[in-house]
């Protein structure tokens, strides 16, 4: 149903504040969360000096704090302006802000975007089966056993006919995970599922 307000169809009084609110709140969430999240990948995988490191972590933060803020201020702006050009508030005037804003601000796939489009789509895939099922077109508790069933098959496919297909990051879990074990068994520790300590290598 389209939103029903002709008076105040964005449901505030400015969309210029609150484009730049929208702005400060995306800069604020994308930076925490992302220098958050590229301390733990620094620490677990990156090598380099602490000033490189120091770097890479500003420079991640930095790309997905821009882009979260200029998003949500561009999304935001272009939602008022549809819903003065109509005069009403309109549940498609997101979809296409959305689109549009998401082309210019997402287009180029970076290392940050892609883990925010990728996050997105798998929460984007649930929100619609949990849209079918409320209305009706799917049968409850059907799509999610549906949508694993689907993720899995399609992903084991892709990951043996070229695992190439997949992120490099993915790729390389898979691989461990799945490749790694049909190696011949060398030692009963082998079996243990945690690195062992040096100490206990010696004895072992």
Known sequence: MDQASDNNPCQHTSCIISAFRGFRNGVYFGGRLRFLH???????FKKGSFKELLTNICELTFEHAKNLGLFIFLYKAMVCFLNALRGRGSKYHSLLAGSTVGYVVFRKKTSVNNQIILFLLGRML???GEKLKKQ????KMTFYPILASLVWGILMFLFEDDK???TPSLASTLTFIYKESDKKLEKWTELIPFEKPEILKKIL
């Open 126 to 128: 649930v929100g619609v």
């Open 164 to 166: 190439k297909n997949l």
């Open 38 to 44: 590229s301390i733990a990948m620094v620490i677990l």
């Open 136 to 139: 009706e077109i799917m049968p």
